[in-house]
């Protein structure tokens, strides 16, 4: 059992920024649920069920605006079409994950797709482990929206500012990336797509124009070290 | 609302987030030895990483519409990301990189710093 409980303080150290990002993002959620008039059990239903940072808060804002069922259901796949292209680099790294696999899929937001991604390194990340970090993850939404749906609209403690630490998250994951690939060309097509995203397209499809971009630029790299003839 | 309508909601909310989540393990489950899905496998994750930090910089637009034009928080993000870099470069700490970056940041937008 000591290895176990290593594995898990081990996830719980890796989660701890995330853990900084979702509980005031999920407070946040709980907070504006409240406020339109969910009842609490709805919005911690919510991050149990859909668990989906950007998707929740598009969610609360259709229900407050009396959205229909197919119009929620559009809205929300389009949003979240961004997590296709993860799926896509990821169907290997979960074959084998057995009854794992449906909550690996289920729980791969933006920040645990990061920390999957990046810490995989030399097979050092088994499933159980991907699983533990994934847990984790869902468990500081769900513990962050139940502060939310508690605090109600009164915030007891100064915490502004304390979001940056997904920001943080992310940037340095994309070093150990850097690190880890010594390779210049998903950067540049990151940076063309994400700065040509910002220009081009309005706030909500930003992220899917540009990860959509990136992915269709690596079909053509692909394509030209096919026909190049590089192995 | 009542309880049957907000139930179905979520509910529908629940099944499109998971439909975007599972398609490409469905809908590709016999390709994941494919050389195209190999070299994804390799190269979106990294880019998709140099996305999400722009992304949550989004607001730092110092020429939107041709003129300085920065947001409230805009600078300390940008200061609070250098300390990040400076300090993972330094130590490769990952936690107190984050942990630097995220109290520099929270200190400059509490005090009401910015340059």
């Known amino acids: 059992m000591l290895h176990n409980d290593n594995a898990w303080r081990q996830a719980g150290v890796t989660t701890l920024p995330v853990m900084f990002g979702y509980l005031p993002l999920g407070a946040a959620f709980g907070i504006l649920a409240i406020e339109v008039g969910i009842p609490a059990w709805g919005a911690v239903l919510m991050s149990l069920l859909i668990y989906a940072g950007a998707g929740q808060f598009l969610a609360v804002a259709l229900l ?3 959205a229909g069922l197919v ?3 559009v809205a929300t796949l389009m949003l979240n079409s961004r997590h296709l292209f993860y799926g896509l680099s990821l169907l290997r790294r979960f074959q084998g994950a057995g009854w794992r696999k449906p909550y690996l899929i289920f729980a ?3 920040e645990t797709y990061s920390l999957l991604t990046t810490h995989t390194g030399d097979g050092g990340l088994d499933h159980a482990q991907a699983f533990r970090i994934s847990l984790l993850n869902q468990l500081w939404w769900v513990l962050g929206s139940i502060l939310g749906v508690l605090i109600g609209t009164t915030l007891a403690f100064d915490s502004r500012g304390i979001e940056f630490a997904l920001t943080a998250l992310f940037i340095v994951l994309t070093l150990e990336q850097a690190r ?3 390779q210049w060309l998903p950067f540049v097509i990151a940076l063309a797509t994400g700065f040509g995203a910002i220009l081009l397209l309005p706030e909500r499809h930003l992220l899917l124009g540009a990860i959509g971009a990136a992915s269709l630029m690596l079909l053509a790299d692909y394509r030209l070290r096919q026909a190049g003839g590089a192995s | 609302m009542n309880v049957l309508d907000l139930l179905g909601f979520i509910a529908v909310c629940a099944a499109a987030t998971f439909a975007t ?6 809908a590709l489950a016999r390709q994941a030895e494919h050389p195209l899905i190999l070299h994804l496998g390799r190269y979106l994750p990294p880019a998709v990483m140099m996305i999400l930090v722009l992304y949550a910089l989004r607001d730092f637009r110092p020429l939107a519409d041709g003129r300085l034009n920065i947001a409230a928080d805009g600078w300390p993000m940008i200061i609070a ?6 300090l993972h470069l330094w130590q490769r700490n990952a936690l107190l990189s984050i942990i630097g970056g995220t109290g520099a940041y929270m200190a400059m937008v509490q005090l009401g710093w910015t340059p």
Request: glycine share 8%; hydrophobic share 55%.
């Open chain 2, 21 to 26: 989540r599972v398609l490409p393990f469905v």
């Open chain 2, 81 to 86: 990301s250098l300390v990040v870099v400076s």
């Open chain 1, 71 to 73: 119009e929620v259901a």
């Open chain 1, 180 to 182: 880890r690939l010594r």
């Open chain 1, 108 to 110: 791969l937001t933006d």
């Open chain 1, 64 to 66: 407050a605006g009396g």
